[in-house]
């Protein structure tokens, strides 16, 4: 029973006058709202920390407006310094062997690859012993005797010789086929591949990166699903299949878009995911989708607005007329990483036949956390590749350049 | 007070009443006595059940390994079958658990709802929480049941999992062009900052009468010129005019309707009736600079 007396009587000028139990419930709020931010707070810090892969981040860059000039390429040997590498120099033993090889024969013996491609220049042995010890030997972090016999550079006595012919003539096939009719701005350089693009200092540069540890960046850098580690059930669920069988994990590769083709207009749509009347129902597409974006995002490091027009992500242009560039390019790189995944690695022979297959390429494989790969290179005007119409190894299918999306005016 | 009398009556006709002084100033210090009920035993039943189905679909992923299962918690997700399946019954391990849990989840819902009414009706209430209530179960039916059946694809209804609601209402927005376009979205979120709105008013205004007794609302109801007065006056010198006691709790509950009900129309006309959004924007000429982006 509350007793009259205490009940309070307005105070003169509406001050407040608080009796016990009021004071109780003020404080009761006060402690309850300081204990709810505190939990928030804490349950927040706690959840990030337990999924604190994407903290090691600096953060994907959000660059609205696409300015090329504005992006400038790390340096390789910087590249490889964040990495503990040094570049690589051919051996002191290998120099001698060059000299006298040099010595016996200023014309180059049996160079078949590089005179096709490059000109008749590189004839001339000195030309192509500094072609490769600028673009070969940093690139795979090896010395001439990886792959030559240093007492006849013109055998090919080690298989590492015969693989490294084929790469590249898809080193040169590439460039000429998708970076030389990459859709660009005015004014864009054209980088070159070299053997560093995808190398990256390092002989079989696959295993440089741990797949057995599967923090979030570790994965997505292989183009796995963002958002944490997929599960088998994941897998069989989506039903990303690989050659058929689920890969070890989501790869930006997979069976749909080795399967993907340019239709009549010449488009395609790999990533074909905003509905239409005659859109199939179901949302594994666009879950499929969003994990190959997710692994650009890391691969590039950049957010999505780098490509995409945020109001409306199939767009071309903003809002404002914009044109995304970065979003054109990327579509036409796909197309070569298709290329890649069908008609080049299949073809790529093996110094041991044990190996496994070749992992899928993936925007990773190059890009490496950069919008320019840290091993492309500008090249000097005598390593501009020229096409050849009777290249020794020939792409397993015909796949015709996608439409480039260009600006309309 | 007339607050005394309702416990002491209520304290004859049972012996459940606890009173926990701890609670103090954040709800009524009495705790008890709870209805269980059929439909409350129903419900609780079937929710067990729907955890039970989610927990065995969440511990198959991860081999059944409990320090597994804590660290992959945030990500395990129960996804629905795939679109080939359209709407059959699907092996367990490819969206028959999500169905299972769905189907139990959504009877829990059904079950919780009907528990209330009876509840209100046999307080001598109308049941207007149950109403209110089931706004948020259209909603749920719109998103996990209507709108699948109506595109013929248990595939387009979210997962269970905390990665997999987040990614699924990212994935829907991006499938229909950008659900920010969509203008029943556009009224849900009207809805949402109105009812937080409206609450905030609300709350402030009945906290701002402490001074005047009105947390002893019998006592405040009798007396004039107390809490409720000037806080009405409050509103008219503000906003020059001001809600009833009576009608400040309908605004709240038209808010707080409008947002799950319009919720619910915008993700049921999502394809069938509109695909995209975006373009939708650019027919009613709502988007910024027409003519750029909405010819890609």
Same mark, same amino acid.
């Given at each position: 029973?509350?007793?009259?007396?205490?009940?309070?009587?307005?105070?003169?000028?509406?001050?407040?006058?608080?009796?016990?139990?009021?004071?109780?419930?003020?404080?009761?709020?006060?402690?309850?709202?300081?204990?709810?931010?505190?939990?928030?707070?804490?349950?927040?810090?706690?959840?990030?920390?337990?999924?604190?892969?994407?903290?090691?981040?600096?953060?994907?860059?959000?660059?609205?407006?696409?300015?090329?000039?504005?992006?400038?390429?790390?340096?390789?040997?910087?590249?490889?310094?964040?990495?503990?590498?040094?570049?690589?120099?051919?051996?002191?033993?290998?120099?001698?062997?060059?000299?006298?090889?040099?010595?016996?024969?200023?014309?180059?013996?049996?160079?078949?690859?590089?005179?096709?491609?490059?000109?008749?220049?590189?004839?001339?042995?000195?030309?192509?012993?500094?072609?490769?010890?600028?673009?070969?030997?940093?690139?795979?972090?090896?010395?001439?005797?990886?792959?030559?016999?240093?007492?006849?550079?013109?055998?090919?006595?080690?298989?590492?010789?015969?693989?490294?012919?084929?790469?590249?003539?898809?080193?040169?096939?590439?460039?000429?086929?998708?970076?030389?009719?990459?859709?660009?701005?005015?004014?864009?350089?054209?980088?070159?591949?070299?053997?560093?693009?995808?190398?990256?200092?390092?002989?079989?540069?696959?295993?440089?990166?741990?797949?057995?540890?599967?923090?979030?960046?570790?994965?997505?850098?292989?183009?796995?699903?963002?958002?944490?580690?997929?599960?088998?059930?994941?897998?069989?669920?989506?039903?990303?299949?690989?050659?058929?069988?689920?890969?070890?994990?989501?790869?930006?590769?997979?069976?749909?878009?080795?399967?993907?083709?340019?239709?009549?207009?010449?488009?395609?749509?790999?990533?074909?995911?905003?509905?239409?009347?005659?859109?199939?129902?179901?949302?594994?597409?666009?879950?499929?989708?969003?994990?190959?974006?997710?692994?650009?995002?890391?691969?590039?490091?950049?957010?999505?607005?780098?490509?995409?027009?945020?109001?409306?992500?199939?767009?071309?242009?903003?809002?404002?007329?914009?044109?995304?560039?970065?979003?054109?390019?990327?579509?036409?790189?796909?197309?070569?990483?298709?290329?890649?995944?069908?008609?080049?690695?299949?073809?790529?022979?093996?110094?041991?036949?044990?190996?496994?297959?070749?992992?899928?390429?993936?925007?990773?494989?190059?890009?490496?956390?950069?919008?320019?790969?840290?091993?492309?290179?500008?090249?000097?005007?005598?390593?501009?590749?020229?096409?050849?119409?009777?290249?020794?190894?020939?792409?397993?299918?015909?796949?015709?350049?996608?439409?480039?999306?260009?600006?309309?005016? | 007070?007339?607050?005394?009398?309702?416990?002491?009556?209520?304290?004859?006709?049972?012996?459940?009443?606890?009173?926990?002084?701890?609670?103090?100033?954040?709800?009524?210090?009495?705790?008890?006595?709870?209805?269980?009920?059929?439909?409350?035993?129903?419900?609780?039943?079937?929710?067990?059940?729907?955890?039970?189905?989610?927990?065995?679909?969440?511990?198959?992923? =991860?081999?059944?390994?409990?320090?597994?299962?804590?660290?992959?918690?945030?990500?395990?997700?129960?996804?629905?079958?795939?679109?080939?399946?359209?709407?059959?019954?699907?092996?367990?391990?490819?969206?028959?658990?999500?169905?299972?849990?769905?189907?139990?989840?959504?009877?829990?819902?059904?079950?919780?709802?009907?528990?209330?009414?009876?509840?209100?009706?046999?307080?001598?209430?109308?049941?207007?929480?149950?109403?209110?209530?089931?706004?948020?179960?259209?909603?749920?039916?719109?998103?996990?049941?209507?709108?699948?059946?109506? =595109?013929?694809?248990?595939?387009?209804?979210?997962?269970?999992?905390?990665?997999?609601?987040?990614?699924?209402?990212?994935?829907?927005?991006?499938?229909?062009?950008?659900?920010?376009?969509?203008?029943?979205?556009?009224?849900?979120?009207?809805?949402?900052?109105?009812?937080?709105?409206?609450?905030?008013?609300?709350?402030?205004?009945?906290?701002?009468?402490?001074?005047?007794?009105?947390?002893?609302?019998?006592?405040?109801?009798?007396?004039?010129?107390?809490?409720?007065?000037?806080?009405?006056?409050?509103?008219?010198?503000?906003?020059?005019?001001?809600?009833?006691?009576?009608?400040?709790?309908?605004?709240?509950?038209?808010?707080?309707?409008?947002?799950?009900?319009?919720?619910?129309?915008?993700?049921?006309?999502?394809?069938? =009736?509109?695909?995209?959004?975006?373009?939708?924007?650019?027919?009613?000429?709502?988007?910024?600079?027409?003519?750029?982006?909405?010819?890609?």
């Amino acid at each position: 029973m509350v007793e009259k007396e205490n009940f309070p009587a307005p105070p003169p000028g509406a001050v407040a006058v608080y009796d016990e139990r009021q004071r109780s419930i003020l404080i009761g709020e006060l402690v309850g709202l300081v204990a709810f931010t505190i939990l928030a707070l804490g349950g927040v810090i706690a959840i990030s920390m337990a999924l604190a892969d994407w903290r090691e981040f600096e953060g994907f860059r959000a660059e609205s407006t696409y300015n090329y000039a504005g992006i400038q390429q790390v340096d390789f040997v910087e590249y490889l310094r964040r990495r503990d590498q040094t570049l690589a120099q051919p051996s002191a033993e290998a120099l001698q062997a060059y000299n006298v090889w040099q010595q016996q024969n200023p014309r180059t013996v049996n160079v078949q690859v590089l005179t096709k491609y490059l000109g008749e220049a590189y004839n001339s042995t000195a030309k192509v012993f500094a072609y490769m010890s600028k673009y070969f030997t940093p690139g795979v972090g090896q010395s001439c005797e990886y792959c030559h016999n240093l007492q006849n550079f013109a055998a090919y006595d080690k298989p590492q010789k015969t693989v490294a012919k084929a790469m590249l003539i898809m080193q040169f096939e590439l460039q000429n086929k998708w970076i030389n009719s990459i859709p660009r701005p005015e004014g864009q350089p054209l980088y070159q591949l070299q053997c560093a693009t995808c190398h990256n200092g390092q002989a079989q540069f696959w295993n440089s990166v741990d797949k057995n540890n599967p923090t979030l960046e570790n994965l997505a850098k292989f183009g796995i699903a963002g958002g944490g580690n997929p599960t088998q059930y994941d897998m069989k669920h989506y039903g990303i299949t690989l050659n058929g069988k689920p890969p070890a994990s989501y790869e930006i590769v997979d069976d749909k878009l080795l399967a993907a083709r340019p239709d009549a207009n010449g488009e395609v749509n790999y990533f074909q995911v905003t509905a239409d009347k005659t859109t199939p129902p179901g949302l594994n597409d666009t879950y499929r989708n969003q994990a190959a974006m997710y692994h650009m995002n890391v691969a590039l490091n950049v957010g999505c607005d780098f490509c995409h027009y945020g109001g409306y992500f199939k767009s071309y242009v903003t809002a404002e007329g914009t044109f995304k560039w970065p979003k054109s390019q990327s579509r036409h790189m796909v197309g070569m990483l298709q290329d890649i995944a069908i008609n080049w690695f299949p073809q790529m022979p093996k110094t041991d036949p044990n190996r496994g297959d070749y992992a899928q390429p993936n925007c990773w494989m190059c890009h490496r956390g950069h919008v320019v790969p840290p091993g492309a290179y500008l090249p000097a005007a005598d390593e501009i590749s020229r096409q050849v119409s009777d290249p020794e190894i020939r792409p397993l299918v015909d796949l015709p350049l996608p439409k480039p999306k260009l600006p309309k005016n | 007070m007339a607050t005394e009398v309702y416990r002491e009556s209520f304290e004859r006709r049972t012996k459940t009443v606890r009173y926990i002084r701890f609670l103090e100033g954040l709800a009524d210090t009495q705790v008890g006595p709870i209805y269980l009920g059929m439909w409350g035993a129903l419900a609780l039943f079937s929710y067990l059940l729907c955890v039970f189905i989610t927990a065995i679909g969440f511990g198959e992923q =991860v081999g059944y390994n409990p320090i597994r299962f804590l660290r992959e918690l945030p990500v395990l997700t129960l996804y629905p079958p795939p679109p080939s399946q359209g709407l059959r019954m699907a092996p367990l391990q490819e969206g028959g658990y999500w169905q299972l849990a769905t189907l139990f989840l959504s009877l829990t819902l059904v079950f919780w709802t009907i528990r209330i009414w009876t509840r209100a009706v046999a307080n001598g209430l109308r049941p207007m929480v149950p109403i209110a209530f089931s706004a948020a179960l259209f909603l749920y039916a719109a998103i996990y049941i209507i709108h699948p059946i109506w =595109v013929n694809s248990w595939n387009e209804a979210p997962p269970h999992g905390l990665r997999g609601i987040l990614l699924w209402t990212n994935h829907f927005s991006v499938k229909y062009g950008n659900f920010y376009y969509n203008p029943f979205h556009m009224l849900s979120i009207y809805g949402l900052l109105g009812s937080t709105l409206i609450l905030a008013m609300h709350g402030g205004t009945i906290l701002a009468t402490l001074a005047y007794g009105a947390h002893r609302e019998i006592d405040e109801i009798e007396k004039s010129d107390e809490g409720t007065h000037r806080s009405q006056l409050l509103w008219r010198w503000v906003m020059g005019f001001n809600a009833t006691a009576y009608s400040i709790h309908q605004w709240a509950l038209g808010f707080a309707t409008l947002t799950a009900v319009a919720g619910a129309l915008g993700v049921l006309f999502s394809g069938p =009736v509109e695909p995209n959004w975006y373009l939708w924007a650019c027919r009613a000429g709502i988007t910024p600079a027409v003519q750029a982006a909405c010819a890609p």
